[in-house]
């Protein structure tokens, strides 16, 4: 793995103005996944206007960057379904190319040292690792303990890495060396309160929100946390963890691998985005604790300051809407997001907050800006380094 220039911010070689060579000649360009319609959709980031659309697998999920920055992978997970698929983008021409049968890849990932496709095949509780240019099978890791295994990052120095478990709460650490589970733990907004923890803990049905035991005027969420997307930070000593039923941020230490903090957010937390000059983490949220949400609802965007883990900025969408996935421009100065349940794109403003919409799709999702700063890519929608 090329190693990182600066331990205390693993994100230096992503700053505005870093494109790599290899980038040279790749058009700008929004990729759109849209999951309800099988389609790609391709917005000029300058014009704000759809240049192209066209069909892919069944279902896209993400648009991931492969490792030496040359294809474009729409994972097209199929499901329900045995079809799954994997399509290539030429990012120099904006065009698709012949699919690849892949079981069931809801997101991938790549080994930091770029030798393998790390496929995550949700349905099978399973990390597939495969060839990067062919996607042939070459072994798997079995996350038995990890059911919806979905989004991940990695360690700063690459042996490991950190998969959220979306449907019981739960986030797996995997030693890539020696291709094992180390352990799997359960995240809570209340880690800290046992009092709280012992009253969830009671057999029963529970009301989405009871009063709390100890604090006046105060909620406590009983829904089964929801973890998505996870990003390190800066230093790679700890891990955040977005979560779409805590509606905030688990904070995880990675040398210990226990929760040592929640940040509270927004509603239906999701994605998690660092800032070009590695200060901020900028936080998607949803706008609804559900898998199936509803249109406008209230989303937003959180900033948290990486320094403090606090949220210093709060970024609301006029009207209503469902910031999902996505990236941050090349130069840093938009983040973009796909709007899930509203058929729609979001450009943030990141000096102001301020949005702008753009219509895609049926219910897209995983969106990629490219080109972006960076050597290489781990995966989903543009993690580099």
């Known amino acids: 793995m090329p190693g990182v220039p600066d331990p205390r911010n693993l994100y230096s070689e992503t700053a505005a103005g870093k494109l790599s060579p290899a980038v040279a000649g790749h058009l700008e360009r929004v990729y759109v996944p849209n999951r309800g319609d099988n389609t790609v959709w391709v917005i000029d980031p300058v014009t704000l206007r759809v240049v192209d659309r066209f069909r892919v697998g069944v279902n896209p999920q993400h648009i991931v960057p492969s490792w030496n920055l040359q294809v474009l992978w729409v994972a097209n997970n199929a499901e329900g379904r045995t079809d799954g698929s994997l399509t290539p983008i030429d990012p ?83 030693d890539l060396v020696n291709r094992r589970v180390v352990g799997t733990i359960k995240l809570s907004r209340y880690f800290d309160r046992p009092d709280v923890l012992e009253i969830l803990e009671r057999p029963g049905r529970k009301p989405r929100r009871m009063i709390d035991p100890v604090l006046p005027r105060s909620l406590v969420i009983t829904g089964t946390p929801m973890p998505q997307d996870v990003r390190a930070s800066p230093d790679g000593r700890r891990f955040y963890v977005a979560d779409m039923v805590s509606d905030g941020v688990h904070v995880v230490d990675f040398a210990t691998f226990r929760q040592v903090g929640f940040i509270p957010t927004g509603i239906g937390t999701h994605g998690l985005y660092p800032s070009r000059d590695g200060t901020k983490l900028y936080v ?101 380094r």
């Open 92 to 174: 120099r021409t904006g065009k698709p190319g012949p699919s690849v049968p892949v079981d069931d890849p809801y997101n991938m990932y790549w080994s930091p040292d770029g030798r393998f496709a790390i496929v995550v095949a949700e349905a099978y509780r399973r990390l597939d690792f495969r060839d990067p240019v062919t996607m042939r099978l070459l072994y798997s890791i079995e996350t038995p303990d990890c059911a919806g295994i979905n989004h991940a990052d990695f360690s700063i120095d690459g042996s490991h890495a950190l998969f959220t478990c979306e449907f019981d709460g739960g986030l797996t650490k995997v």
């Open 284 to 384: 998607a949220n949803r706008g609804s604790n559900h898998v199936h949400g509803h249109r406008r609802g209230k989303g937003s965007v959180s900033v948290i300051d990486f320094a403090t883990e606090r949220v210093v900025a709060e970024w609301p969408i006029p009207g209503g809407g469902s910031p999902d996935m996505g990236n941050v421009s090349a130069d840093g100065r938009y983040l973009w997001l796909s709007g899930r349940y509203d058929n729609e794109i979001y450009r943030f403003d990141t000096t102001n907050g301020s949005v702008v919409r753009v219509k895609v799709g049926r219910e897209p999702h995983g969106l990629t800006v490219w080109p972006q700063p960076g050597r290489y890519s781990l995966g989903h929608t543009g993690n580099l």
